[in-house]
């Protein structure tokens, strides 16, 4: 009795906690994140592409919110700050900037032009400072290749199976040859990365899920 009372009481407490924290604590947070750096990666866009199948395969442009990448650091406070941060579909470059305050090197690609366009605006006018370089391309995820060296691919639920089949296919030579791991947001696609041969190394089960894989190469035949 006592134990059904408690759950219906966190019931209870749980809606209007998620309310304020949706509409009031997150977007302030945002907000402030962005007047700190001067950037604006808040304002919601529209996705400007002329692909129309990688259109309806993608997700619409939303900042991950800045309590997800505080969890996923935290996860990854013991990676080298040499490791290549790889944002695929990075949008206005939110995650990209938070990133850079740890790694050295820091690559957003989007296929939405007015996107990176606004990516490249905010690091015009970012006035954090930056450890060492960030760059955002014009880039499918479907058609990028991954460079030569040990990379921590960051994904905030970009795309569905469909590109991340893709993604993962053209780019399986890079996963054998460097020990780089997907950060993964939302990862409404893990099935299809086990199935891939990648292992879960972590999962810290934020709203959203957050998730840390690397490729099991003993489960590749
Ligand atoms: C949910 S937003 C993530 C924004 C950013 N990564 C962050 O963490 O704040 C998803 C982004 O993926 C991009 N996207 C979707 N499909 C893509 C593709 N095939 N290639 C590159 N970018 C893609 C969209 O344009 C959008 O900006």
Same mark, same amino acid.
């Given at each position: 009795m006592i134990e059904l009372l408690k759950r219906k009481f966190c019931t209870i407490i749980k809606i209007p906690y998620q309310i304020i924290n949706n509409f009031i604590i997150r977007p302030f947070i945002s907000f402030r994140f962005d007047k700190t750096?001067?950037?604006? #990666?808040?304002?919601?866009?529209? %996705?400007?592409?002329?692909?129309?199948?990688?259109?309806s395969h993608a997700t619409y442009y939303q900042?991950?919110?800045?309590?997800?990448?505080? %969890?996923?650091?935290?996860?990854?406070? !013991?990676?080298?700050?040499? #490791? !290549?941060?790889?944002? %695929?579909?990075c949008g206005k470059g939110r995650a990209c900037f938070y990133a850079s305050q740890k790694y050295k090197q820091v690559t957003g690609i989007d296929f939405s032009k007015n996107l990176i366009a606004n990516a490249q605006e905010n690091l015009k006018s970012y006035s954090g400072t930056i450890n060492g370089k960030i760059i955002f391309e014009l880039r499918d995820a479907s058609?990028?290749?991954?460079?030569?060296?040990?990379?921590?691919?960051?994904?905030?639920?970009?795309?569905?199976?469909?590109?991340l089949r893709k993604f993962i296919k053209r780019n399986m030579g890079h996963f054998l040859n460097y020990k780089s791991r997907?950060?993964?947001?939302?990862?409404?696609c893990h099935d299809f990365l086990i199935k891939c041969g990648f292992t879960r190394e972590f999962k810290h089960n934020a709203e959203r899920g957050i998730s840390i894989y690397s490729l099991d190469k003993s489960r590749i035949y």
């Open positions: 750096y001067n950037i604006d #990666t808040r304002s919601s866009a529209s %996705i400007n592409c002329d692909d129309k199948i990688a259109l900042a991950v919110p800045i309590k997800y990448l505080e %969890i996923l650091f935290d996860l990854l406070q !013991h990676d080298s700050p040499y #490791t !290549h941060f790889i944002d %695929i579909g058609l990028y290749d991954l460079p030569n060296e040990t990379s921590l691919i960051y994904l905030y639920n970009p795309f569905d199976e469909y590109v997907i950060a993964y947001i939302n990862d409404v």
